[in-house]
């Protein structure tokens, strides 16, 4: 078999044609990977600028780390006003405790009435809340003292909501039911237990 002249031109042709689409092709991949790879030659004052911002930021890391020191301190210290216990029914129990205690000490001493006791819950992601509700009658003057004391206790508690209504007008006694909680280690607060409700 033999190939014609005019065969021949066309391979000919169709070699060149192949040989300069393969040769730009070539041409415009490496450009364009020259053109996204990052400038390497940087000026002098522009590594001046990014060394003197390394600078600074090494030097911060030792405050960082002091400051980091300091406040796990402050933390400590306050988490000490936790109420500790073993079981969240324990933690209830101590704060209804504390809440009694506070009754006591006015003059004339209170009588804790009806007591509510909320199922512990949290309080943040580090932290549970254990509350109760306790109702008793008083004088203006000795719900006034009752929530002082409650105020300076040094555990994390604090009055949650107050409720009053009037007792007796004629002797200005009133009906008080206070909801006290306090703070508690996250380990208290129980796992929620069965699937999502929809």
């Not at 509350?131 to 555990?155: G, K, S």
């Not at 007008?169 to 699937?195: C, D, F, H």
């Amino acid at each position: 078999m033999t190939i014609s002249a005019r065969d021949r031109r066309a391979l000919l042709l169709l070699g060149v044609g192949i040989a300069v689409v393969l040769g730009w092709r070539l041409w415009n991949e490496r450009g364009a990977s020259v053109a996204s790879a990052p400038a390497v030659n940087l000026s002098i004052p522009v590594l001046e600028k990014r060394l003197v911002s390394l600078r600074e930021r090494a030097a911060l890391n030792p405050a960082k780390k002091e400051v980091r020191e300091q406040l796990a301190k402050v933390v400590e210290e306050r988490e000490k006003a936790l109420l500790r216990a073993e079981t969240p029914q324990q933690a209830q129990a101590a704060l209804l405790a504390k809440v009694r205690a506070v009754l006591e000490r006015q003059a004339p001493p209170l009588q804790a009435g009806q007591v509510d006791m909320a199922p512990i819950g949290s309080a943040g992601e580090d932290y549970g809340e254990v509350a109760v509700t306790v109702a008793f009658p008083c004088a203006i003057e000795q719900l006034v003292n009752v929530l002082a004391d409650i105020r300076a206790m040094e555990d994390a508690v604090a009055t949650r909501s107050i409720a009053v209504s009037i007792a007796n007008r004629q002797k200005k006694i009133l009906n008080v039911r206070v909801s006290v909680s306090a703070l508690t280690p996250r380990e208290l607060v129980p796992e929620p237990t069965g699937g999502m409700i929809r």
